[in-house]
């Protein structure tokens, strides 16, 4: 069966803009969460989504949101772009909350 | 202090050593992910443990609950098997995961 997709994989923004990547889950799993990636500071957890509802959020600012549609596919979305967003931003999708995790090829945000 | 500790940061061995990865928590956990991730991004994930031992191909993960520890094993190393693991804590209390920073791992044929 396919794997968890993001789109896009790269992306070049200015700061200031806002940005929405996309995440799809593997078929049938309800749980998809979200991590950021940088060198510093290595994987943080951003959120998680549970059947359309956010179950726990990350240590984040609130321009980092995101959303879960009733087909499990999830969005997140970062407004007002900062230098420091840069980053790997990676999803896994889980089949139920103790379940292993399957992850994303990751979308490489770059803020310039 | 970090929720997860692992060590050593970076590895470098000669093909067909046993390599050993470490990972300290400190939160109750539901279960403990070994994550493998090589240039480019993309994260496998390589076992998922509660207790015991698991075992896939040359590769054997162990936990001990009581102790807080989980250990990565690789029999045989191989160049193929560099990459950066990573060991990922899900708490059983706000259900979410605590990573650690990583194990640089390279395997020189």
């Known amino acids: 069966k396919a794997g968890v997709t993001q789109t896009p994989r790269y992306l070049i923004k200015t700061r200031g803009q806002q940005v929405t990547l996309s995440c799809s889950p593997i078929s049938g799993h309800r749980s998809v969460s979200w991590y950021q990636q940088t060198p510093g500071q290595g994987l943080q957890f951003l959120f998680e989504?549970?059947?359309?509802?956010?179950?726990n959020k990350g240590n984040f600012p609130g321009r980092f949101s995101g959303r879960q549609f009733s087909n499990s596919r999830s969005e997140m979305n970062v407004s007002t772009l900062e230098l420091g967003d840069s980053a790997l931003y990676l999803c896994?999708?889980?089949?139920?909350?103790?379940?292993?995790?399957?992850f994303g090829q990751g979308t490489r945000l770059t803020v310039v | 202090k970090n929720e997860v500790e692992q060590s050593p940061q970076n590895l470098t061995a000669q093909e067909g050593e046993f390599i050993t990865i470490n990972c300290s928590y400190s939160?109750?956990?539901?279960?403990l992910h070994w994550l493998q991730q090589h240039p480019g991004g993309g994260i496998v994930s390589l076992f998922m443990?509660?207790?015991g031992k698991k075992k896939h191909g040359r590769l054997i993960a162990t936990i001990n609950i009581q102790e807080k520890h989980s250990s990565l094993h690789i029999t045989a190393s191989h160049p193929r098997d560099s990459a950066v693991y990573i060991c990922a804590a899900h708490s059983n209390t706000g259900n979410q995961f605590y990573f650690g920073t990583g194990t640089s791992l390279t395997v020189i044929p």
């Open positions: 939160v109750g956990i539901s279960a």
């Open positions: 443990l509660s207790s």
């Open positions: 989504y549970f059947s359309e509802t956010q179950r």
């Open positions: 896994a999708s889980r089949l139920g909350m103790n379940t292993e995790a399957f």
